[in-house]
């Protein structure tokens, strides 16, 4: 007479799947949480003084007036607890055939350029980024003030062989035609600096992020532009940081100009932002409940299938 193979039973077979089941769930959200430490860890080398807010308006810009953009940005500028860096990119279109620009999309050079690189930036952010020129000159106060339909522009390094200071060309800013006049090309690996992300400049056309207070039409591209001078990025230090976070939110919320997204970096700052949990904390709680989980796991399958 045989033998009945040895059987397991069906429900110890499904309580150590999923015994295991957790505990991989717990070891994925370990790995993650391990990725993001190093991502911080990268952020604070760069800089390990300051927590960087990226505003973003998500809503549309023809919601909200000109004069509540206006006076949100300006309530933007006027604090003590942090600084306000105007940076938006805003490719430029109807651009000369014959001259060739850097490609938005693909980066490359190209003579029939449907849309170009260009980044437009507050004076305050081209001393924050240690921005110099290889020729010419950065931009100044003055072309901060739009007159008439001429604006300054900067050229990243790798335009130093298509333009020549002074050159002038057309294109089309948010929907209104514009020419713009070469005052400098930046030095070399020129970038814009921020540890959520960096902006290499050499490609770019830069612009000013120019103030439209007394502007004779709001058209669109007017208001547009008025909305992307509420996008950019605020710093403050890591002392201040919940406060700032705090007024942050009640500023926007008060502000009746839609949806903003707020991006923070280092990446610590953000996790304690939405979780109010410190990061280095959750992953030590991780790893001693992965711990303890492995081994009450060996333990039941060592008393169940020997």
Not at 43 to 64: A, I, N, W
Not at 108 to 120: G, I, T
Not at 149 to 167: D, K
Not at 236 to 256: E, M, P, T, W
Request: charge should be negative.
């Amino acid at each position: 007479m045989k033998k009945s193979p040895f059987k397991i039973n069906p429900k110890i077979i499904l309580n150590i799947s999923v015994r295991l089941a957790v505990f991989f769930v717990i070891l994925s959200f370990l790995f993650s949480l391990f990725r993001l430490y190093k991502e911080n860890r990268a952020e604070e080398r760069m800089d390990s003084e300051h927590v960087y807010f990226d505003l973003q308006q998500e809503s549309s810009p023809f919601s909200s007036s000109v004069e509540e953009y206006t006076e949100l940005y300006a309530k933007l500028c006027s604090s003590s607890l942090y600084d306000y860096y105007e940076c938006y990119p805003q490719y430029l279109e109807g651009l000369p055939v014959s001259q060739s620009f850097f490609d938005y999309e693909t980066e490359v050079l190209s003579e029939n350029c449907q849309a170009a690189l260009c980044v437009q930036i507050s004076e305050n952010l081209q001393y924050s980024s240690h921005l110099t020129c290889d020729a010419g000159r950065l931009l100044n106060g003055k072309d901060y003030q739009l007159a008439g339909e001429t604006v300054p522009v900067l050229l990243g390094y790798e335009y130093r062989n298509l333009f020549q200071l002074g050159n002038q060309f057309s294109a089309v800013y948010l929907y209104n035609v514009y020419t713009f006049e070469v005052v400098g090309f930046l030095e070399k690996g020129a970038k814009i600096y921020n540890p959520a992300h960096m902006i290499y400049l050499d490609k770019y056309i830069i612009m000013p992020s120019f103030n439209v207070f007394t502007f004779p039409e709001n058209t669109d591209g007017i208001k547009i532009h008025c909305a992307n001078k509420t996008s950019g990025v605020l710093t403050c230090r890591k002392d201040d940081f919940a406060y700032v976070s705090g007024h942050i939110k009640q500023l926007i919320a008060n502000a009746g100009c839609g949806n903003y997204s707020v991006n923070i970096s280092p990446v610590k700052y953000s996790f304690m932002e939405k979780t109010g949990i410190r990061m280095e904390w959750f992953m030590a709680f991780l790893s001693v409940a992965a711990l303890l989980f492995a081994l009450s796991c060996i333990k039941y399958m060592r008393e169940t299938l020997m």
